[in-house]
């Protein structure tokens, strides 16, 4: 089979990586905090969507599906951090990691009385059509997934780099009484930033559905991966989320292809063990040394 | 035979040449001050010297020895000890236990006999505890002693700096703005502090510091940098009275 | 200042008004029922000896700190308990102890949050040149990372982020900290400047009790979490406990007797 | 109490400061000594688990809550130790030599990849060791003649002084070999942080450039404390073979690893006390969960049951509401309690009120 | 009174069981990647077992249902194997889910002589091991299912490449054994690949381009659920269509057969029995219980509610067999004399001392519009 195909779907698979990697990045952008229900809010999101758009539900337009478990994973970004994060908001980093093993645990449990624990595949207008080019097969879904993160990098970048409330999100999570010394509502900036990454989370899921079939366990060790791709890119940097998802998607197909059985499917961790030992803050680190 | 020489130190950071071909030589037992306008590169200096930053060119000699390719750990080691401009205590722990890690680079035992706790590791500790005992009397620390350093006041935590590079027993001890954030009454007890660290403990001072009258009540010697480069020298009168520092650091006022 | 002009300050409202504040570090009292007024226009300087608890009444007016009891008013609205933001937007803006730059934001981007409650995207480039003025060295380094500034520079980045809200009421904790006696005399004629020209109301916290002092309309005197003494500049520059205790002007300089003195409290 | 006159040096130096704290200490002892006469067999079994998962607590606290650098990946730890006793029993091997094999083995594996490790930090670190974690998974069904592949290996009962030692023949026995195991860890982890090396690893979790200052080097405190807290989740996962009998590459998931740190995080990162107090609620809380949800079950009529992972969920929910009651984990609370008895009637309401607190950024070392 | 605090001293020793009450146990994977079958499985068997308690128990004792979650791990499978026999003292083990799970939990078992009635999970290994007298299981092992599926399809199709992808666990290792030997059975066949997989994993293109370049014409899946629709709709969209796929017992389940756009169409599965969904068309009973379910639940019933109900109707059938005199023995006597028939799942249930198997027919399907629909019944 062609190298080129392999790279294609590899390619396809690590925008699904890179869109849940840009939730991680920011969210710790933002806060510093690492949000560890990120894959499971992905999951949320591709339930909602499944809800939406299936014929067996709602059979709600594509787009009109997708927006709709955007705005409300939205929401759900914004309640939770309002009611619970805000609770321990000025405290140490890992209370905060424990504190969304737990919430992953429990967005794991109602999604498996919701939705329960079959799995469930999303029906998408594109459903198995592919276009050919040449030898070459690209499935409509996969260029949908590309067009979709690299557009959705690329706003999330500028928006970070150029706009007021961008760096404002920057500064709350780099010192947060001086943040708020600034006038920056530290606060609201984090409930807003969840928002966000709950819309991210959402378009992924939506994403990851149409590609396969989601059922409540997914979101943790999808969610670890993608958190890897995160790390590759050096976890402050939105191209580098992007950058990090695709070499964690390419390197499967081709591990899964030319390693040993049994040895590739580890091939993403071993890839981002020697990413961090040769830059132990990822590609794009935004690590420095103190100056004393 | 000087304690320490520097000779034409450099470093740069990007552009900034933060230290452009420096020499100075400290001599036993004097006060040796370093003054410069905001952003001189003092700090970086004593970096340098600590071995945190790798110069770009240049020699470190201290006490007969060529410390330039020395690891930073080692340097405390060799009887050199510094504080920070911005304090870098350790939050989390006592007054005292900041106090015996300053020591550190004296220890005497090794994991396996402290994880046994043998005798000779319990002797250790009274021998350290002894010492460290003399510098908080030394600098008036008992009443903090157990206390946390998360708790403690700016000034306080000063001093308790300036305690933990003590503990260390160096020969040299680099000062950065110890008296910076202190109040008048504070900085006088520095200025008799250092005195006596000079005097009594038979130190070297290497001292970056902006209170002028500290700097000259205490220094034998006063170098002034500014852009990485050396302005004047000479004692603190005569640095201060040269029209260049004047004109770059002290400004009109600052004669008093 | 006279006794009538005094008469005529008591009657105005003050600008800030703080009353019997308590405020606790978990079990720890840092403040004792502290009560300051800072009339609208004034320099007023806190002195006081380390952990006095300056830096902790600066914080609790900000809002960094709830208290646990008291109030503080701002021009007759009770603010106690809000959080820092909200009074930023109300006029007040904190030049904090030690800094607090954004370490990976730019010189720039750090002045540009200085400005975040501003939408007036002229008068912010203005106040921005007027920093760069102020600081020359803020412009030539305006696309360094702040973390990497040395000491004296972050300080200078740290007060020319705090004009950048055009506050009404300055707080400024130690603004000279780590500053070459050159910038320590600018400092101050910048703050004299915002007051005169600007009108700026200042609450200043200062080691250095002389500059503080004579730029200062009023002061008070802070020890272990209690207001001990206040008064007009004047006065204070003539009391013989300021003199000793702040201004290291006592008689003589006999080393043996006062190593061993204790400090004075007043209780 | 809180005042106790300090006579002599040796009163820090002491592991106990005084008769009171040391007869606390004994009366504790004495009760887990007497604990097979206390509880049925199992709840003596569950005893016996909160005691091999202190040890594993411990061995992260070290690294983690005192060295400040976070490892999410120590089930690997317990796996290697795991694996290594068991295949050396399964060859011939006495219990105690394999015990120590566990952890030597664990410690220098631990060494030889801490230096490239450790030099991340934080968020970084703690992804890099997951990672670690993940790949021992499939390293565990790769080393079959070690671990017995995918079906893993069986515990040999364990034979010593003449006894069997088996987990449901001689729950007793067993649970002294792992509190006699257990005590000396804790004796030695006592020692370590009340001596020059526990100082250095306390000096690296506060300012890495300070310690460097103080001649700590720092790579190799890292180094030690890493390897050190290898070998102690190594004894605990040999412990932990010989508690389930049996174990494969999934005894040792990545989830285990988060549970671990979970344990210390929820036990109060930073104290030893808080490796204890973590397992006691990771272990118990499920049980209590249990209890609980069989009370409905049976009296409520309600079927809790029907929920899947009803349990899972519960534990979670509590593990997060005690998160947000006390972010600095149980310890904090042991500490609020003992401030409060010792300063008995002096207790002013609101003094625990928590203070406003702010982040400042952690990507600068 | 004498007489009657005998009585109860007798059956105090029977553990789990009391006059007015049975506890049995489950461990399952309500939470993991098996979650697919463990759920429904309880949810029916708990229905059942509530029907008949409200019905005044069986012989007077209401049955109790302990079940336990392992989320598909081992540790916590023997952890709760532990609780269930020393805690709660249960009478016997139901429908436990998982091969290493039950496996671990064998030992324990046979030193409280505890049965295993009915395991959700069939590998060999599940009668062979420990204390046979006291094993039950629902039918033909994946080894055995899975060998003669192939065996079947070879001959029909004419196929000589055969591949394999498999988890690593006992239940993948066994359905590899038996692809093996499908392949040294047969002159013609080859075992031209197997590959082994996480249960997490998502991406099966590598994999796919590798077992497509080795010229598999037939794959066995020995995966978890969620996995095998990604393959097989992974396999559609990379073009790769002169290929079959065949799942063992525990693939067979109606959501995979129901994915959505038909990209599980053509999928093979062995299975002890027909499915529900294909079976209800002609058959009435079958009808009614899948309607009744689908308005209870939502859905279908799947695989694993088929399993929860032959599991609980057994469990029943021999505790009310086995008479008021409740023990051990007894139970295991009347679960070797258990015969009779559902008309709802079609299962013929008939053990005897030597058979404890509940089910022994095994019948190939094949996915046709969404359904599992049988293309033969597999004999010896
Ligand atoms: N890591 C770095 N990257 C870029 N520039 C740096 C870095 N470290 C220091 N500098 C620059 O080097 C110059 C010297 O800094 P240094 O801290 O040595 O000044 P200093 O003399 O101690 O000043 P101060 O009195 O304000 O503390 C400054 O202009 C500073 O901006
Ligand atoms: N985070 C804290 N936790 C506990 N106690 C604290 C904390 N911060 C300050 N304190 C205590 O509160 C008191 C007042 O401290 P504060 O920092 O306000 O003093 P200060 O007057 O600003 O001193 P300095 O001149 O040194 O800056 C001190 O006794 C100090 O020990
Ligand atoms: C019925 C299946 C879900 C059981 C599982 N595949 C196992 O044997 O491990
Ligand atoms: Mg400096
Ligand atoms: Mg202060």
Redesign the interface.
Known sequence: MDILQLLVSGIANGCIYGLLALGFVLIYKASEAVNFAQGDMMMLGAFLGVTFINTSYADLPFLVGITLAALILGLFGYLLDRFVLRAIFGQPQFAMVILTIALGFLIRFVAGVIWGHDPTSLETPFIGLVWTVGELIIPVVDAVIIITTVALTAILYFFFARTRLGVAMQASSQNQMAAYYMGIPVKRINAIVWALSGVVAAIAGVMFAAKGAVEPSVGLLFGIKAFAAAVIGGLGSLPGALLGGLLVGIVEPFAGRYLPSGVGQIAPYVLMLLVLILRPGGLFAQISQKKV | MSLLQVKDLSISFGGVKAVDGVSFTVEPGEVFTLVGPNGAGKSTIFNLISRLYEPSAGQIVFDGQDITGLPAHKVAGLGIARTFQNIELFDHSSVLQNLLIGRHCRRNTRWFEELLFLPKVRRSERQHRLLVEEVIDFLDLAAYRDKLIAGLPYGVRKVVEIARALSSEPKLILLDEPASGLSVEETQNMAWWIEDMQKDLGLTVLMVEHDMSLVSRVSNRVLAVSEGRPLAMGTAAEVQADPKVIEAYLGTEATS | MSALQKETMNDAQPLLQVKNLEAFYGPVMALRGVSIDVFEGKVVAILGANGAGKTTLMKTISGALAPRKGSITLAGEAIQGREPDALVRQGIAHVPEGREVFPFLTVEENLAMGAYIRRDKAGIRQDMEMVYDYFPILLERRNQPAGTLSGGQQQMLAIGRGLMSRPSLMLLDEPSLGLSPLLVQEIFAIVRRLNKEQGVTLLLVEQNAQVALNTADHGYVLETGRIVMDGSAEELLASDDIREFYLGQSAGDDRPEKRWKRKKTWR | MSNRFKSRYDDDINLFEGRWHLAQYAILMALLVAAPWLLGTYYLGELTAVLVWSLAGLGLMLISGHTGQVSLGHAAFMAIGAFTNLALMLRGWHFLPALLASAVTSGVIGAIISRPILRMSGIYLAIATLALSIIIEDVAIIAEPITGGVAGVFAPPIALFGMEIDRYATPEAFYYLCLAVLVLVTLGYLNLLRSASGRSFLAVRDSEVSARALGVNVARAKTLSFSLSCAITGLAGALYAHLAQAVNYESFLVLISITLLLQVVIGGLGSVHGAFFGAIVVVLLPQLIAIARDFFDNAAGIKIAAYPGMDTALFALLILLMVIYEPRGLYGVWFKVRTWLQLFPLYRKGMFRRTRTYLKTERQR | SDNKEEESAAAESVRGVSDTEIKLGGM?D????F??F??PA??VA?DMFAEVNAEGGIHGRKI??????H?????KA??AT??LI???EIFAMVMSLGT?HN??AF??MD?NNVPSILPLALSRQMEEEGDFSHRFVFGPSYHEGVLKGVNWMTDEYGIEKICVMYI???F??EVNQAITDAAAGQETLTLAE?????P????????L??L??AGCQLVAVALP??PI??VV??A????WDDVKFVLSQAGF????AA?????TEGLYGVSPWQDIVSRMKDVPEAKQWADEYQTQ???VP?GGAVLGRVGAMVTIEALREAGPDLTTDSFLAAMESLDFSDPVTGVDIKMSATNHRAGNDMILSKVTDGVWEPVVTLED
Do not use: C, W
Not at chain 5, 64 to 69: G, L
């Open positions: 399952h309500l939470s993991g990647v979650a697919a463990s759920s309880v949810q708990n109790r249902y302990i079940v336990e979650d989320a598909y791990q081992v540790p023997t952890q532990n609780k020393s805690r709660d290493p496996l671990a030992p324990l030193r690593p666990s006992d993948g290792e197997s590959t082994s997989h996480r997490d994993e998502s991406d099966f293109t590598g994999t381009a590798r497509k370049d659920v969620r629709i990604s709709a992974t559609k969209e990379m073009g389940h109606s959501a995979v994915a959505p756009g038909g990209v639940y939502g859905s799947s």
